[in-house]
Each structure stands twice: as C-alpha cells, then as structure tokens.
C-alpha cells in the first residue's frame, strides 16, 4: 500500500472513531483532503485510493494542478473545494473551478462569484467563514455580522449557502480547542432557527479534528495527515 492510501485509511479510522464517541454516524463526517503544495500525482493517488473531495488555497496552482489530474486521471469525478484567502481579482477563476468555496466572508466577493459563476454549472456551494477566536487569521466575518451576510448571500442567485466555516487559533489543549467549535456550532443552531436551510459546519484540521467532530463538524479539512508536513507552509 502506497504511504498516501495508508495514511488516507488512518485518517478515515480516526473519523469514524471520533464520530462512533460523539454517537454520531460516521458518514455524516466528510473527509476533505487539503492537498496545497502537494503535487497533481499526489492527487491522483489518493483518488485511486478513493478520495473523491479536494481542497485547495492558492487559486492559480489549484487550477495548474486541476488540469493535470484531469489528463492524469479522466475517469474519476473529482469534487474541487477553495479554502483560502479570496480576491477580488480571483473570484472569476474560482467561480469557474470549484464547486464549493469555504471562505466567503464579505457580500461583495459572494456577489462576485455569484455573477461570475457560469452559466452551465449548477450554482456554486458557500459557506460563510466566520472569525470565532479573534486571533490567528484575520479572515472571516465577526460573528455579529453572520446573520447580515447570510441574508445577502441567500439572495445570490448563483450561490447556494450550505453553511458555515472556521480556523480557530492553534492550541494543544483538547478543551481550549473545542471552545471555538461550540461556538461556531452556536451561529449555526441561530441561523438553522431563524430558517436557513444549513448542512454543512466545515471545522477540524489534522491537529484538532477529533474536539470539531465531537461538536458537530460535518467536513474536516485534512492535508499533513494525509500528504504529510509542508514544507513551505505559509498558511
Ligand atoms: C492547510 C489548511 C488545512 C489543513 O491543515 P492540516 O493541519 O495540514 O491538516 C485546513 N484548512 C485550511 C483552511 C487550510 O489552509
């Protein structure tokens, strides 16, 4: 067995185990396999190994690679996520080759993918990214303007808001992680109530994917457990 499809069995082991402890089902939890820096044949071999969803951070190396994969391997059906930093310059290419944005966290980029996505794709899957600790990253909406940008992106037509998104601050601590997912989980339950139809909470990293699991996450965004550590990671 190559080192990417063990290390893909491990992760889906710890997943289904993490799930079975929350008394959750484990296919209610969605492996994405966050594969930035890595190359187009590191893609395909966890997708002969089975996985289907991929996460990307960098708009121009995921479309470079997207086209390698797609020579490399036409037959399997990939589903392609963006999870990074978003541009106003970037939002064309990316509503044009992803189906999920994880990172929206102003209207006048979700208007942007909205007018941008094309014609001949189904609408284009949001989640909102929120800012739950404060610290780390300064990306994402504050949660007090979640409720505003969740009314703006529902009336996009292009976009279908699935749900929502975090990357709390780095802590070692099994409980201080889980804060920032019980929090997240919050907006989520508020907004479920006040009548958005919400499926998705994309929360869980390789080092705090078993606290986001126990709080609900329904896709975890994996890469060092899957591809190994980066070794040019300025994200
Ligand atoms: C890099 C990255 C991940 C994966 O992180 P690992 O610690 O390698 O599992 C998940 N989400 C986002 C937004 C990332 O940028």
Redesign the pocket.
């Known amino acids: 067995m190559s080192r990417i499809s063990g290390n893909l069995q491990a992760v889906l082991r710890s997943i289904a185990l993490a799930a079975h402890q929350a008394r959750r089902e484990p296919a209610d939890v969605a492996l994405l396999a ?1 594969s ?1 820096t890595w190359s187009a044949e590191d893609i395909v071999e966890a997708a002969r190994a089975g996985q289907r969803a991929f ?1 990307e ?1 960098y708009e121009q190396e995921a479309v470079q690679k997207k086209e390698e994969v797609c020579r490399l391997a036409p037959d399997i059906p990939l589903e392609w996520h963006f ?2 930093p978003i541009q106003s310059n970037k939002t064309r290419a990316i509503a044009a080759h992803f189906d999920w944005v ?2 929206v966290d102003r209207e006048k980029i979700a208007r942007r993918l909205s007018e941008q996505r094309p014609a001949h794709l189904p609408p284009l899957n949001v989640c909102l990214q929120v800012n739950i600790s404060h610290q780390g990253t300064k990306n994402g909406v504050a949660p007090e303007g979640v409720l505003a940008l969740a009314n703006a992106v529902s009336a996009l037509p292009r976009l279908r808001l699935r749900g929502l998104m975090a ?1 709390p601050a780095p802590e070692d601590d099994e409980e201080k992680q889980r804060a920032p997912f019980q929090q997240l989980k919050q907006c989520y339950t508020l907004l479920r109530e006040k009548g958005f139809r919400l499926d998705t909470l994309s929360m869980g ?3 705090d994917m078993v606290p986001a699991i126990r709080e609900g996450a329904t896709i975890v ?5 899957i591809f190994g550590a ?1 070794n040019h990671d300025d ?1």
């Not at 965004?221 to 457990?225: C, D, K, L, V, Y």
């Open positions: 966050v930035k996460g951070n999870i990074g994880h990172t990357i990293m390789s080092a965004r994996i890469g060092t457990a980066r994200t």
